[in-house]
């Protein structure tokens, strides 16, 4: 990556659009404009070589912090050198002109991405994979002391490399550095960046850290997976109190293109956007590791590779059934595939959502135990009357399933679920229940609620204004209670 540098000329600048010359470079295309400046297509007037030149606009150029803000993405971008973000070359200062020269990108935004209707929307693997790459791409960021602030589908391009997507983190112009510089240009009071994408810390001006991206790439994905962003108010101040106080709505069932959003990745979006800083993702890192999780690459077709013993252990019984000359029991046995099949379904979406591996799952670092299994039962006798069991060997790998959910008692076994019922208390009453594997806001305690029962454990999550977020398991196969009590947040009056 090339030096940055600095030059002066005595006399004033010809006037800059399509045509003229800045330094070495010919702007010959406008391809974009913004609140602070331009951006040209530009060619080296010997060389040939394509570049971008980003032109700070001229009622900002008389403002030393803005050019000195401006000029400070050359400087950061540098000092990061990573290969998902976008590469500055120069950055040049006249009388009356600030620019920079910057590689030209050919590709989109992933806001145009995310314009597309229908089955032309990207599929959740292609978006995964964008947001994959901008987070390795800002964890590289803050490993360098620099915190983005303004993070939003407008600043990602996707270039296309190789037949596969290449994603670029664009605008570092209002990126925090550690620094005495930065400290004394963006102090705390200061309100910089996009509001709907902005962490409840920065919308209230005070100091932020690199939790505020990870929030920020929440809300990203959160765009994503339902097609609008968790948070929207008239004014400023509507929108600041809504996002620092509500908890966003629960995520779809569908992508905009039609695709199941798997469990776990709506629930590291959740995650993404917790109040306090401390119960999100503790780093950019441990996102994108996240998202390299197989039940979120894979998404619906995971489940679809589940559903493949249950389908072959169906026709391995009809076919016994008919040769054995009992055709009647064809029926039974495609009931019971089937249900076994809705089991196997709803195990795995309760299942991606593991207990955290990096932090504790409680607001305090520690991390809450969970519910106590229930005693192994012994398993049931095997019926005659039910060949799928044991044609169904293909499911032996998944004991728990196999103890707990199948039909027992013969033909006289009801194939509805039955619900089980959570008890929910918390000291003091008052907080907020919400459901990790779901995104389902359950009540407030105390709280009593039915639930379907699973043959698994899922999280569950209490929050109240003023006081710790615990996280903590409930066994689903039998009704179930939890009392909490909930730690003060010692610092929260200093805070206000």
């Given at each position: 990556?090339?030096?940055?540098?600095?030059?002066?000329?005595?006399?004033?600048?010809?006037?800059?659009?399509?045509?003229?010359?800045?330094?070495?470079?010919?702007?010959?295309?406008?391809l974009?404009?913004?609140?602070?400046?331009?951006?040209?297509?530009?060619?080296?007037?010997?060389?040939?070589?394509?570049?971008?030149?980003?032109?700070?606009?001229?009622?900002?150029?008389?403002?030393?912090?803005?050019?000195?803000?401006?000029?400070?993405?050359?400087?950061?971008?540098?000092?990061?050198?990573?290969?998902?973000?976008?590469?500055?070359?120069?950055?040049?200062?006249?009388?009356?002109?600030?620019?920079?020269?910057?590689?030209?990108?050919?590709?989109?935004?992933?806001?145009?991405?995310?314009?597309?209707?229908?089955?032309?929307?990207?599929?959740?693997?292609?978006?995964?994979?964008?947001?994959?790459?901008?987070?390795?791409?800002?964890?590289?960021?803050h490993?360098?002391?620099?915190?983005?602030?303004?993070?939003?589908?407008?600043?990602?391009?996707?270039?296309?490399?190789?037949?596969?997507?290449?994603?670029?983190?664009?605008?570092?112009?209002?990126?925090?550095?550690?620094?005495?510089?930065?400290?004394?240009?963006?102090?705390?009071?200061?309100?910089?960046?996009?509001?709907?994408?902005?962490?409840?810390?920065?919308?209230?001006?005070?100091?932020?850290?690199?939790r505020?991206?990870?929030?920020?790439?929440?809300?990203?994905?959160?765009?994503?997976?339902?097609?609008?962003?968790?948070?929207?108010?008239?004014?400023?101040?509507?929108?600041?109190?809504?996002?620092?106080e509500?908890?966003?709505?629960?995520l779809?069932?569908?992508?905009?293109r039609?695709?199941?959003?798997?469990?776990?990745?709506?629930?590291?979006?959740?995650?993404?956007?917790?109040?306090?800083?401390?119960?999100?993702?503790?780093?950019?890192?441990?996102?994108?590791?996240?998202?390299?999780?197989?039940?979120?690459?894979?998404?619906?077709?995971?489940?679809?590779?589940?559903?493949?013993?249950?389908?072959?252990?169906?026709?391995?019984?009809?076919?016994?059934?008919?040769?054995?000359?009992?055709?009647?029991?064809?029926s039974?046995?495609?009931?019971?595939?089937?249900k076994?099949?809705?089991?196997?379904?709803?195990?795995?979406?309760?299942?991606?959502?593991?207990?955290?591996?990096?932090?504790?799952?409680?607001?305090?670092?520690?991390?809450?135990?969970?519910?106590?299994?229930?005693?192994?039962?012994?398993?049931?006798?095997?019926?005659?009357?039910?060949?799928?069991?044991?044609?169904?060997?293909?499911?032996?790998?998944?004991?728990?399933?196999?103890?707990?959910?199948?039909?027992?008692?013969g033909?006289?076994?009801?194939?509805?679920?039955?619900?089980?019922e959570?008890?929910?208390?918390?000291?003091?009453?008052?907080?907020?229940?919400?459901?990790?594997?779901?995104?389902?806001?359950?009540?407030?305690?105390?709280?009593?609620?039915?639930?379907?029962?699973?043959?698994?454990?899922?999280?569950?999550?209490?929050?109240?204004?003023?006081?710790?977020?615990?996280?903590?398991?409930?066994?689903?196969?039998?009704?179930?209670?939890?009392?909490?009590?909930?730690?003060?947040?010692?610092?929260?009056?200093?805070?206000?």
């Open positions: 990556m090339a030096d940055t540098s600095t030059s002066t000329r005595a006399s004033q600048p010809p006037g800059v659009d399509v045509g003229a010359t800045l330094g070495s470079y010919e702007l010959v295309e406008l974009g404009a913004g609140a602070m400046g331009r951006v040209y297509r530009g060619r080296h007037v010997r060389l040939g070589r394509e570049v971008a030149v980003k032109v700070l606009n001229a009622e900002y150029v008389a403002r030393p912090d803005i050019v000195q803000r401006f000029f400070r993405e050359a400087r950061v971008v540098n000092d990061i050198d990573h290969e998902h973000i976008v590469e500055v070359w120069d950055f040049v200062e006249q009388p009356g002109l600030a620019y920079l020269v910057m590689e030209l990108l050919e590709g989109e935004s992933l806001r145009a991405l995310m314009k597309r209707r229908g089955r032309k929307y990207p599929p959740l693997r292609r978006l995964v994979g964008i947001m994959t790459q901008v987070c390795d791409a800002l964890a590289a960021a490993g360098k002391g620099v915190v983005h602030r303004d993070l939003k589908p407008d600043n990602i391009f996707v270039v296309p490399r190789n037949g596969a997507d290449y994603a670029k983190v664009l605008d570092f112009g209002v990126a925090k550095l550690h620094d005495s510089l930065d400290k004394h240009e963006t102090s705390a009071g200061v309100i910089l960046g996009t509001p709907h994408y902005m962490a409840p810390e920065q919308a209230l001006g005070r100091e932020v850290d690199g505020a991206d990870v929030w920020a790439a929440g809300v990203v994905l959160y765009e994503i997976l339902a097609g609008a962003v968790p948070f929207t108010a008239p004014s400023f101040v509507e929108l600041a109190t809504r996002i620092r509500e908890a966003p709505k629960p779809p069932r569908k992508t905009p039609g695709e199941r959003i798997p469990a776990l990745l709506a629930a590291a979006v959740m995650r993404c956007l917790e109040k306090a800083p401390a119960d999100r993702f503790r780093s950019m890192g441990a996102l994108a590791d996240a998202l390299r999780e197989p039940e979120i690459r894979a998404g619906g077709a995971s489940r679809l590779r589940l559903l493949l013993p249950v389908g072959a252990a169906l026709a391995v019984a009809a076919f016994a059934a008919v040769r054995l000359g009992v055709p009647q029991r064809i039974a046995a495609r009931e019971s595939a089937g076994v099949a809705r089991e196997l379904v709803d195990d795995a979406r309760a299942a991606v959502l593991p207990e955290p591996r990096r932090e504790g799952a409680a607001g305090n670092g520690q991390r809450v135990p969970a519910a106590p299994a229930r005693p192994p039962q012994p398993p049931a006798p095997a019926s005659p009357a039910r060949p799928l069991h044991a044609a169904s060997s293909s499911t032996a790998s998944r004991p728990a399933l196999a103890a707990s959910s199948r039909p027992r008692g033909a006289a076994a009801s194939t509805r679920r039955a619900a089980v959570l008890d929910l208390r918390s000291t003091p009453a008052g907080a907020t229940v919400l459901r990790l594997d779901t995104g389902e806001r359950l009540g407030k305690t105390p709280l009593k609620v039915n639930v379907a029962q699973k043959p698994a454990k899922v999280w569950l999550q209490m929050r109240l204004d003023g006081y710790t977020t615990v996280k903590f398991a409930v066994d689903l196969r039998s009704d179930a209670s939890a009392n909490v009590a909930l730690k003060r947040v010692a610092s929260k009056t200093a805070r206000r």
